[in-house]
């Protein structure tokens, strides 16, 4: 089944493109067949026998027009292969005319000219753009034209009449052969181009998943050449490099880069791949740190042919081989950092989950001990100690807490489905709750404008609500008049969509560490667990809605200065009644 799947068959036809390239060649070799006829009977114009010579200027003169209207009118396109109308009147009006001209000779006295060559042009054609049977039908009916004209001639009494039928058996069996060769010849060549095409498609086809790929990879992709020139380059790495570095670009052009052409130059020397974490260098610019890989490319050619030993080279040449090409991954040593800190921090957490439950039952033992002492303790010294002890005792229960809480969360999400819920009204009863415990230092305004119902389960939005006002309330930062200002609200947007948004005075967070705002135990606080933003995240992924930080000035005072914004925006619902006017909670309400 392999073998025959991978050699070509005789039946197998022809690629339109290739027949029609053949079938234009063979039309303007028709032409120009047609011209040389006419062009050997110029001699014989003067001296043979009139008739006979008029008669065959005719036919070369209607075999001219015609091959010149079929080179016009159908030279793009070519007949099937099997036969039909237009192989049968093209064959037979072609050996029929040469054929013709050719037996006229041989009855004209001095006649010497042999346009049997001439034939040779139909047998090829339909060798080439017909099948096995059509040819060798072809190459019958010429065998039989001539050798019937020679022997009639012979047995009329023409000079040399049996030598010369025997020289065109012998012309009309090496016909057979053309013919036969030919045809083969056509059909592998056939093959070997549908075979050519159809891995030219393969190859465009994973060029381009390959361009996909790689241009859609946000890590860096460089083809460099041994003499540091870039090759090809995806956007990633345009953008970790800092500007255009698409060919022709070079790695040496630019005084920042010279570390990574380093590189590349010393896995050239050593064969071998490369890797280093480095930091280009710009004027007026921070550095860039840049994790960095080179894979050499392999390029062993197994043809031992070396200098000038190439065939199709000249003896002057010398052969090169082509010039080794390097693969470099550029990575932002940031993210990698980052990424290795969030899988370090992931380990860790497991790990802490499992000590975390080793250590309640003896924290427990602790703190119930440190409760029996401060009730016989009477020293004021001694119960400050008492009450440091059952602080921190309740300090750790708290981190203890958290660290199991996430497994409770993932156990929550699993079983909480969402349901309908009035925001409005859910929210003002969070906000009162949580202002309640602590009314002197909870002050903030609680604007609420979203009418109507949400998909979302009531427990886990208290969650997400109560752990971004806790952090509003802790990070906030007093204004020119001593007060930390902090808002609440509701609202919808354009779409349809509910949104919950905190808000709070104070500087921009960082920009290293927004990445990073919601993975597990990430905290700029020491005394925090840096699991909160990560459960609220994990509870809005659940119902569908999304948390995100942003930078603006506060919804109820536009022109003020900028803050720090924590929106949940909830999952597409239908759009509630509008029209209705917000209530405004503020801290005394």
């Known amino acids: 089944m392999m073998a025959q799947a991978t050699h070509p068959q005789s039946t197998t036809t022809l690629p339109l493109a290739m027949a029609r390239r053949l079938w234009r060649a063979f039309s303007l070799g028709r032409v120009f067949s047609a011209l040389m006829l006419l062009g050997m009977l110029v001699p014989q114009t003067s001296h043979l026998d009139s008739v006979l010579t008029n008669f065959s200027w005719f036919l070369g003169g209607l075999y001219l027009i015609l091959t010149c209207a079929a080179w016009l009118l159908l030279r793009n396109h070519p007949p099937g292969q099997q036969w039909g109308l237009a192989w049968v009147a093209t064959l037979a009006l072609e050996v029929g005319i040469i054929s013709l001209v050719q ?21 090829l054609a339909a060798a080439c753009l017909g099948n096995l049977r059509m040819a060798l039908a072809t190459t019958a009916s010429v065998t039989l034209l001539l050798l019937g004209g020679y022997a009639l001639a012979a047995l009329d009494g023409l000079p040399n009449g049996w030598e010369l039928t025997v020289q065109v ?3 009309c069996a090496g016909y057979f052969a053309v013919a036969f060769l030919t045809h083969h010849l056509a059909q592998r060549l056939g093959w070997q181009e549908r075979l050519a095409r159809r891995h030219h498609r393969l190859a465009r086809s994973q060029e381009e998943i390959n361009t996909l790929i790689i ?4 890590e860096g992709v460089l083809v460099v050449d041994s003499s540091l020139q870039i090759q090809q380059a995806n956007p990633a790495a ?3 490099l800092g500007g255009d570095c698409k060919p022709p670009m070079a790695l040496n052009q630019r005084p920042a880069w010279q570390p990574l052409g380093e590189l590349v130059l010393q896995a050239l020397s050593t064969g071998q791949s490369q890797d280093a974490r480095l930091q280009l260098v710009e004027a007026n610019l921070p550095p860039v740190g840049l994790y960095v890989r080179v894979w050499p490319s392999d390029h062993s050619t197994d043809d031992g042919l070396q200098g000038s030993e190439h065939p199709f080279l000249s003896e002057d040449s010398q052969y090169t081989a082509p010039a080794t090409q390097f693969l470099v991954f550029l990575e932002d040593l940031r993210q990698l950092e980052a990424r290795l800190r969030t899988e370090k921090m992931a380990a860790m957490g497991r790990m802490s989950a499992a000590v975390a439950h080793e250590i309640r039952n003896p924290l427990a033992a602790i703190s119930q001990a440190n409760a029996l002492l401060a009730e016989d303790i009477t020293d004021p010294a001694q119960q400050r100690l008492v009450h440091m002890v059952a602080a921190n005792a309740q300090r750790i229960a708290h981190t ?12 929550q999400i699993q079983h909480s489905p969402s349901i309908g819920l009035a925001l409005d009204e859910v929210v003002s009863t969070i906000w009162r709750e949580w202002q309640a415990q602590d009314s002197a230092q909870r002050q903030g305004r609680c604007h609420l404008d979203c009418p109507g119902s949400v998909a979302f389960d009531s427990e886990h939005l208290r969650r997400i609500i109560v752990n971004l006002l806790d952090n509003a309330q802790r990070y906030a930062q007093p204004d020119a008049s001593g007060h930390k200002q902090l808002w609440l609200g509701t609202g919808r947007q354009r779409n349809g969509r509910a949104w919950v948004q905190v808000w709070s005075s104070g500087p921009e967070i960082e920009a290293s560490m927004q ?14 667990s840096g699991l909160g933003l990560f459960i609220c995240r994990e509870l809005c992924q659940r119902h569908g809605a999304s948390l995100r930080y942003h930078r603006q ?12 914004a924590f929106t949940l925006r909830f999952a597409h619902s239908s759009p509630a009644a509008r029209g209705q006017t917000g209530a405004l909670f503020t801290a005394s309400d």
């Open 103 to 123: 037996l006229l000779q041989l009855w004209q006295p001095g006649g010497t000219l042999h346009f049997s060559p001439l034939l040779a042009l139909p047998i």
């Open 169 to 171: 058996a012998t012309v």
């Open 215 to 218: 241009d859609r990879l946000t």
């Open 238 to 240: 345009c953008q970790l």
């Open 400 to 411: 203890i807490e958290d660290v199991l809480d996430i497994a409770r969360v993932q156990q």
């Open 515 to 528: 990445n990073h705002l919601f993975e597990p135990f990430f905290s700029s606080h020491s005394r925090s």
């Open 553 to 564: 000035a506060c919804p109820g005072q536009p022109e003020g200065p900028a803050g720090n």
